[in-house]
């Protein structure tokens, strides 16, 4: 029954993870596309990360305390622009690393959920 309860607050926590994490690339991207800056430039990096930090900050593992995408925090963040024939792109990928309970043979320790958006760039 334990093991019940563990698996179906896990997979809750894998399922409100990925809609956060869908959120917050979209965020990101949403943000870019909107300032049209270069998104290959550190300055688009670090304040596309934040805007996804600030986003899943009630996520789980996440909180207030992970204030950065370096070193050994939970969220990855990165950007990239494309040219599609005449529209340029700002793509922002968002990887969020969960830890869950692991179970041998049935739940791996930890579970990465990667959401990608792609937005075109007002000029």
């Known amino acids: 029954m334990v093991f019940c309860f563990a698996g179906v607050l896990d997979f809750g926590f894998a399922a409100y993870g990925l809609i956060a994490t869908q959120n917050a690339a979209r965020i990101g991207a949403m943000w870019g596309s909107a300032t049209s800056v ?42 990239a622009t494309s040219a599609v024939g005449t529209l340029t792109t700002v793509q922002v990928t968002v990887t969020y690393t969960l830890k869950l309970l692991a179970i041998p043979g049935l739940m791996p320790g930890t579970i990465a959920i990667s959401r990608s958006v792609q937005l075109p760039v007002r000029n």
Do not use: K, W
């Open 38 to 79: 270069n998104a290959s430039s550190a300055n688009f990096a670090s304040t596309a990360c934040q805007y996804a930090l600030d986003s899943l900050q009630y996520a789980p593992q996440v909180g207030t305390s992970v204030n950065s995408c370096g070193g050994t925090s939970p969220v990855a963040v990165t950007t």
